[in-house]
Structure formats: structure tokens, C-alpha cells
């Protein structure tokens, strides 16, 4: 006997005696990036739905959908208004792509955000020499192997993501003064205060 099963989405919804919907092929993914950029669904528009379903006491389909209905009366008006709205900003848009404009996105892909988020190590020692008015190199490949990633001055650094600090059981044993990052959704945020 199995142990351990996967349900679908499809067949939950069957479990449940919920009928399919049906969508144009595509549709559900333009809808769904107007949604996104949009934030139509978000909370402030529609209610936190974590937190509704727990309140909500019925049974069925039917009595989530009069019972939300009642509490948020305006939420699928709203947030398909806002869908309609960007969705109408993608259709001008998408009639200014063409192989230009794909060929650019494709190399901005590959060659320049690829070099970037591999490369960016070296774009913070530069950034935090700056400001602090020194000089910096990176890190020769033994250094590396020590858990040094590069110089600021005289003063070796390593590089790690701020989540490093909450494993502090998994921690090497780095001697050396570390710069934390954060990637977050346009750049990098970086906490280099344990240079001071």
C-alpha cells in the first residue's frame, strides 16, 4: 500500500464536487502576470483569504462564495478592474515587441544579468571600499578556500547573505570580518557595520 500520494489541483477540485473552469490556452498566464503586476489580489484588495477561510464556519462552495460575497461585496469588481487595466497596458505593449526587442531582452538575460549575479561579489568590496576610502582586491583562490572573498585596505573580508546569521549551527569558522547582503527585488542591500 502506498504511503504517500500527490493530489492535483484538478483533483482536489473533483474531490471536492467543484466543476472545472475552462480558460483559453495562454489566457491564465497573461491573467496571472496582470495580476501580479497589478497586485489586484493582494490583501488590502481582497481580504487576507489565510485568515477568512479560518473564520468562515460552512460547508460548501456555495456557502464560501455568500458568505465572502457578504463580507467583501466589492473585491471581485475591484480586483478585476485592475486586472483589466494592466491587461490593457500588456496589449500596447506587446505590439513593441518584436525580434529587436526580443534579441536585446535575451542579452540583457544571459550575457549582462548573468555576469551581474555572479560578479556582484566584487561590486560590494568596490561599493564599501568606496565609502569607507580604500582600496580593494579579490581573493586568490587559497584565500577563497580560508572563507576570504576579498580586501578591503588591509582587511580581509567575507561576503554572505543575511540568512547566514540565522544558521549559526552551520557556520565555518570565519575569522574575518563579513559584509551581509540581501538581495531584494532591484539590487542588494548590504550590512557591512562589523567593518567598524
Same mark, same amino acid.
Given at each position: 500500500m502506498k504511503k504517500r500520494i500527490f493530489l492535483t489541483s484538478n483533483e482536489i477540485q473533483n474531490l471536492l464536487g467543484i466543476p472545472s473552469t475552462?480558460?483559453?490556452k495562454y489566457s491564465t498566464q497573461i491573467l496571472n502576470l496582470a495580476n501580479q503586476n497589478a497586485q489586484a489580489t493582494r490583501p488590502k484588495v481582497v481580504g487576507?483569504? &489565510?485568515?477568512l477561510i479560518k473564520e468562515f464556519s460552512g460547508k460548501t462552495l456555495q456557502e464560501w462564495e455568500d458568505w465572502y460575497l457578504k463580507k467583501h461585496p466589492e473585491a471581485i469588481p475591484i480586483a478585476s478592474q485592475k486586472i483589466l487595466d494592466m491587461v490593457e497596458n500588456l496589449k500596447d505593449v506587446i505590439n513593441k515587441i518584436d525580434m529587436s526587442l526580443i534579441e536585446k531582452w535575451v542579452y540583457d538575460l544571459i550575457i549582462v544579468k548573468t555576469f551581474v549575479g555572479l560578479k556582484f561579489q566584487e561590486a560590494i568590496l568596490k561599493k564599501v571600499a568606496s565609502i569607507l576610502n580604500l582600496d580593494y582586491c579579490l581573493a586568490t583562490p587559497e584565500e577563497e578556500a580560508k572563507g576570504i572573498d576579498g580586501y578591503i585596505g588591509k582587511t580581509p573580508i567575507s561576503i554572505k547573505p &543575511? &540568512? +547566514?546569521?540565522n544558521k549559526a549551527a552551520l557556520r565555518e569558522n570565519i575569522s574575518v570580518s563579513i559584509? +551581509? +547582503?540581501e538581495k531584494v527585488k532591484n539590487g542588494i542591500k548590504i550590512d557591512f557595520s562589523e567593518l567598524f
Open positions: 475552462v480558460f483559453p487576507q483569504m &489565510s485568515e &543575511s &540568512s +547566514y546569521t559584509i +551581509y +547582503y
